[in-house]
T-cell receptor
Framework: AQSVTQLGSHVSVSEGALVLLRCNYS??????LFWYVQYPNQGLQLLLK??????LVKGINGFEAEFKKSETSFHLTKPSAHMSDAAEYFCAVSDQSGGYNKLIFGAGTRLAVHP | NAGVTQTPKFQVLKTGQSMTLQCAQD?????MSWYRQDPGMGLRLIHYSVGAGITDQGEVPNGYNVSRSTTEDFPLRLLSAAPSQTSVYFC?????????????FGNGTRLTVT
């Protein structure tokens, strides 16, 4: 079965610093991978997705993620953090057992951005 | 375009009570699902549906029931509420039930069971 591990439940960066949120997945088939962001008291919004077209995926708000099959990783990065990036971020893999689109989520990483 | 709409936003129940969480989407999406979100555990899939009249269990289905009589609506029923069901519940939909289709989420229902 597919699974997702997000390293670090809390990450704190300075405004303008690099953001790196780590995600490792386990999948027996080529995976579909996603990053979602959740702002307080809201639902999840899609940041980006990997569907095998390109290993470097660009998303909204300046985020990007690189799929590395050899490392089974899909880390999320942003060159320069903004205060508005403070939120919780979730990595997810599509569990296609049975042929259907069941997303399996990691536990989440809360990003704090300080001045 | 409203997207995915969940009601109510907040609910407090006593142990043993039943209730229905409503979810509606106006995007003609084929696939709908319910997740619960608990601190430190991410989101866990409760039930899902790949079309009207078709539902199946996810990772944590016990204590919950669903039906899908129309494409638009996918209510979640708590049969006899327990404190362990205190959580934030999210409904999500996607245009296809096939892998790779991103989910669109509602804003959640915060449920407390006392």
């Amino acid at each position: 079965a597919q699974s997702v591990t997000q390293l670090g439940s809390h990450v704190s960066v300075s405004e303008g610093a690099l953001v790196l949120l780590r995600c490792n997945y386990s999948s027996s088939v080529p995976p579909y991978l996603f990053w979602y962001v959740q702002y307080p008291n809201q639902g999840l919004q899609l940041l980006l997705k990997y569907t095998s077209a390109a290993t470097l995926v660009k998303g909204i708000n300046g985020f990007e993620a690189e799929f590395k099959k050899s490392e089974t990783s899909f880390h999320l990065t942003k060159p320069s953090a903004h205060m508005s990036d403070a939120a919780e971020y979730f990595c997810a893999v599509s569990d296609q057992s049975g042929g259907y689109n069941k997303l399996i989520f990691g536990a989440g990483t809360r990003l704090a951005v300080h001045p | 375009n409203a997207g995915v709409t969940q009601t109510p936003k907040f609910q407090v129940l006593k142990t043993g009570q039943s209730m229905t969480l409503q979810c509606a989407q106006d995007m003609n999406h084929e696939y709908m699902s319910w997740y619960r979100q608990d601190p430190g555990m991410g989101l866990r899939l409760i039930h899902y549906s790949v079309g009207a009249g078709i539902t199946d269990q996810g990772e944590v289905p016990n204590g919950y029931n669903v039906s899908r009589s129309t494409t638009e609506d996918f209510p979640l029923r708590l049969l006899s509420a327990a404190p362990s069901q205190t959580s934030v519940y999210f409904c999500a939909s996607s245009y296809s039930a096939q892998g790779g289709s991103p989910l669109h989420f509602g804003n959640g229902t915060r449920l407390t069971v006392t």
